[in-house]
């Protein structure tokens, strides 16, 4: 018989594992041979016992030989409720070695973002942005991974990391590419379901080949194990009688052949019948009974470790035994002669591992599950009470606190509310939901059960509003939510209500709410809300009289408070989309800032008022033609959510309205590069959300204005810029842009037919601005041919429109238009009338497109050149080429 042998040295479980071992070998091998080599990932899949740890610890072995620097974490059971537990554990040993001013400068701008994650300072007052703490984690280990070249990071059961782990480690493995570092991870089959599962496959993708999936012993691979251990006397029916009780399981084989061992059985065929019994014995309820054997004290002893799953010691474990220090050295004692505990191993082993650890996870898993249900949850409650007396945290103890049985426990809830808050600092919103969650089934008094059901509901607006509304829902429909707690409860409400796409529902609730309240702060800031959702409601239809009640209303404002300064915000939005004059639009823009800026509390970050009514202003301004205001207002927005680790949908709107400020002054080449950027991150938060479509509009705009059609036909289709709309407005009008889009691709009859649906949802809005909803323009150029009349009257009512909003760039386009469908001398008039408008517009482009008509019309070369000099200035390829194009035919040109 065969017997395949591991390598002198290696482990058990390293049998048969030469192809695995080969791939670590060359994997470090690479990422030693070359600082500059791209990094590498893989991943390792078996069930229990199957030896990943080992495997693991071999490349630990392999890669320390080579001279890396190897940093290790390993996942818990018990402890997947704890975020950041396992990151932590990794990054230990980079962070112990740093001094503050070091951990600074490594995390750079990201330390006060992602620095509380790993416990590095303290949190600030605001709640933490997930995505932006998981995006300073990525680019701090990756500074960190450049510091300590060559880096192997070993995560080890990582389908029991928290789930904000996961989440990193996705994002990190998706950046490997120009960073030379060896990851592997290693998993079983199964065992997560939901984010951590889609995690968890995108780390498997991101590997770029096929997890490396551990299969059990072969029957030879087996027979020379039990050889190596017992002897070479053990006979063959022996060996494969090994083998069919572990299933080829390494661990299990390992453990068998120990219990043969303490057992002095010998291993021939007379005994392979005992073999079932003592593998029995080995796990599940033969542990229990193990167990048992080694006396109360040490049943104690395995039960608080059990509990504690990490950071064992023998003080902490007395403590939650109750038993003296002499009695608890004693059990750990025997508790590791008994191959239940064990020392961590001393190459791995980081300083919050404590002094003991289980032998196998299998054994804690069953040490855990053998605790009597009531024990077990009073351990865990004692297990709070220990880690909040050692100064650790409310955070730190709420892993405990979420397995104590409800008892009507005042003071529990207002730890998990401590703890909730905690988290919700470091950005681990998930974690809040469980501990306010947890809270609400103890319960709480009906004095603060609304306060805890609001307190979910922000803990949850981020990441759940279908699941935020209910909760806010709830909280406003029972006593407990007073003043400025229940406006705001109301605010967010709607706020998730939008989100959700319940436009309807949202305007509803703010108006129902104001009602309720006496004329005051509170009221105005409810009707203020209720007419920023009307106002970006892209409904059939708006109520009758909302403009002048909003008008009348603003009139009376003086912006003494922010509620006053929104409604001026609000009334100047809705000028400008109604069509009204553009300095009546910039007069009540300036009327609601304070010296020119924005007033205290309605920042960027400062969550009482929201991004939109911002928005809404810099959109103001921006389609007034005051693109330096806009562009102002826009950069400061992204340079607040970018210092304030803000990476989720408010990053990606801010460098979508920095890509439409580009864009109106011309700059394409800039736009096209803020709105990929916006579209990359709005992937991250969801589509068919409003600020999906604001990205995937306005990138399409820009690449039509660049020429590039097909490229812009190919983003529409990739991303679903097509009917079904979203209830919000987007600015600018989609479908408008959609329209053009379909007139650029030849599809003629459809973008026509796009276009009456935007001049019929914009008049039905009352939405006159041909700047903001330009589909007159475009309708006339393609009727021009099959109906001119038609198109004569679209293009002159486009005109008095644009004459009554009165920006330069209005005016100039609808004479661009009226030039596009004249001939002759009359063409040659409008083409220069439009030329002198748009020169004076801060719209570049327009301008550029304007001199290039201007130049075809008047059979100017001069006026091409110029046209085609500012097109080339703006990235606008598809003018260049038509401007060379009558250049170098040069016919009829003087």
Known sequence: MTEVRPTEAASASLWERDEEVAAVVQAVEN???????????????????????????????????RGCTVWSARGGETLRSVPFNVVRQLLQPALVSLLPEEGREYLGDWYDIAGPALGLTEPGERQADPQGVCDGLVAGVRRLARRDYPLVLLVDDAHWADGETLRWLAAFAERLDDLPVLVVVARRPGEVSGESARHLEAVAAAAGGPDATLSALTPDATAGLTRATLGAHADAPFCREVWAVTGGNPYETVELLAKVQDSELEPTESAAAELRALNRAARGGGLVARLEELGIDATRFAWAAGILGTGISVDLVAKLATMGHGDAVRCAELLKDARILTEPDPASAQAADGELEFVHPLIATAVYNSIPDALRTAMHGIAAQVVADSGLGAAMASRHLLQVHPDDDEELVEQLREAAREHLAVGAPDAARRCLERALLEPPTSDVHARVLYELGCATLLTAPSTTIGHLQSALGMPGLDGHTRVDAVFRLSQSLLHNDQMEEAVRTVEAEAARH????????????QYMWEGIHAGE?????R???????????????????????LRGFDALIQGENAEEVVEHCDRALVNGRLAPGLGWTDTEWGIELLLMLANSYAFSDRLDRADALYNEGLRAYESAGWSGGHLSLAHAYVGLGHRRRGRLREAEASLRESLRIAERVGRRLPLYWTATCNLVD?????????EAWSIAEQYGFAPPYPSTIVMPDPRSVRGRLLLAVGRTKDGINELEEAERAATARGHHNPVVVPWALDLARALATEDPARAAQLATDARLQAERFGTDTAIGEALRCAAALETGQRAVRLASQAVAYLEASPCQYEHAAAR?????????????NRGLALARSCGADGLVAQAREVLETGRGLR
């Open 702 to 710: 820009v690449l039509l204005a660049r020429g590039h059609v097909e």
């Open 518 to 529: 006496e004329a005051g702060p509170a009221r105005m800031r409810l009707q203020a809300v």
């Open 547 to 569: 403009s002048r009640r909003l008008a009348d209303l603003a009139s009376t404002c003086t912006g003494r408070d922010n509620s006053e300064r929104a409604l001026l915000m």
């Open 31 to 65: 990422l030693c041979a070359d600082r500059s080599s791209s990094g590498s990932l893989l991943v390792i899949r078996g069930e229990a016992g199957i030896g990943k740890t080992a495997l693991l610890a071999e490349t630990r072995r392999i890669a320390e030989r």
């Open 852 to 864: 290039v008509e201007y130049g075809i019309a008047s059979r100017s070369v001069a006026e091409l």
């Open 541 to 545: 239809s708006t109520s009758p009289g």
